[in-house]
């Protein structure tokens, strides 16, 4: 296989790749995390600054 084909494959694949993050990947990752936001909003929700317990703090 001649070197300029190879290389014309190895970009057909990233491509491929992008297409498949942004297509497919991409939405699931979202909407996972917007409902880690909603898991986490309502559990903070009525805790105030005093309220929070120890080991919650994440370093």
Known sequence: ????????????????????????????????AEAMDDIFAEDQEGKGVDDSEEGDAVA
Do not use: F, H, S
Request: glycine fraction near 6%; charged fraction near 30%; avoid cysteine.
């Open 1 to 32: 296989m001649a070197e300029q084909e190879r290389d014309a494959l190895q970009r057909d694949a990233v491509v491929g790749e992008q297409a498949v993050y942004w297509k497919q990947l991409r939405p699931v990752i979202t909407e996972g």
